[in-house]
């Protein structure tokens, strides 16, 4: 007698999860992922007279260029309600999630094409070049927020209880960035401008968050309800308002920081879906 094998059910057998083998090599490979985390980070500065200084010295180079700009050209104030009236540490706290987060993503758009060979030659997860890039920047930016604590150490004369979180907040900025990054990396193998437009998108992006400019001046705009959408709609918002409220405030943002999780969450598992689709011609398009 013949079985029809399409319509046999098994009980006791659990349904496949959708996702599973993606996740879970993300979790095998742990030790593949720090040697790719290692090479990463020595390639970035083989052959530099400094070495891994230059972490510290381009954002450093990057908030006295902006702070001469923004603070002593246009003269820009910081009204009462803000978490501290030093322009410097305003603009630096608001600095350090979007460096981690644009590094992530703009590496990350074109991370699977430079790694060609290794996914087309060998049975290489691809998933976790993204992620290797994450981490290696974290690395340095581990280092710009421990300088920073220390100078609101010395400046502010206090530290925040609420900086034993920012882990959380560098874990969301990380799902989140690493959810971008795989949808940026998957798209530039069979799109080769997609880099490209990433570059353009993460500039208009940097303008559209407070991080030089605050939030009333923003408000101040002659279209209200359009800027009060972008920064509702706008994840790096409530990022930014976190590592600003754990560095340098008093207590724990819980709403932006569950609304920060809602958006790293969802754009991680997007993200992570849209990949494992994209990635099964890789290997023909590369």
């Known amino acids: 007698m013949q079985v029809n094998r399409f319509h046999c059910y098994h009980p006791g057998v659990p349904?496949?999860?959708?996702?599973?083998?993606?996740?879970?090599n993300l979790v095998e490979r742990r030790t593949l992922i720090y040697q790719l985390v290692k090479r990463d980070f020595q390639q970035r500065y083989v052959g530099s007279v400094v070495g891994w200084l230059w972490g510290l010295i381009h954002p450093l180079v990057l908030l006295g260029i902006y702070t001469f700009i923004f603070s002593w050209c246009l003269k820009s104030t910081l009204g009462p309600g803000e978490v501290t009236r030093i322009y410097p540490l305003w603009l630096f706290s608001g600095m350090l999630p979007w460096l981690l987060f644009s590094e992530t993503v703009q590496r990350s758009s074109g991370s699977l094409v430079e790694q060609a060979n290794l996914i087309t030659k060998t049975m290489f997860p691809s998933e976790i070049v993204p992620v290797s890039i994450f981490l290696s920047s974290l690395v340095s930016h581990l280092m710009a927020v421990g300088l920073f604590v220390f100078v609101v150490a010395i400046k502010e004369?206090?530290?925040?209880?609420?900086?034993?979180?920012?882990?959380?907040?560098?874990?969301?900025?990380?799902?989140?960035?690493?959810?971008?990054?795989?949808?940026?990396?998957s798209l530039q193998v069979y799109l080769r401008d997609t880099a490209q437009v990433v570059t353009v998108a993460m500039t208009l992006w940097f303008w559209i968050t407070p991080i030089m400019i605050t939030e009333a001046t923003f408000r101040k705009a002659p279209f209200p309800r359009g800027v009060e959408f972008v920064l509702n709609a706008n994840p790096l918002v409530y990022v930014v308002h976190v590592y600003r409220q754990m560095l340098l405030g008093i207590g724990v943002p819980w709403g932006d920081l569950g609304a920060a999780a809602g958006f790293a969450v969802g754009t991680f598992v997007l993200g992570g879906l849209f990949f494992r689709h994209m990635k099964r011609g890789f290997a023909d398009v590369l």
């Open 157 to 185: 004369q206090r530290l925040s209880p609420a900086i034993a979180l920012l882990p959380v907040g560098m874990l969301l900025l990380g799902l989140f960035g690493v959810g971008i990054g795989w949808v940026a990396a």
């Open 15 to 24: 349904k496949k999860i959708p996702g599973r083998h993606f996740a879970r």
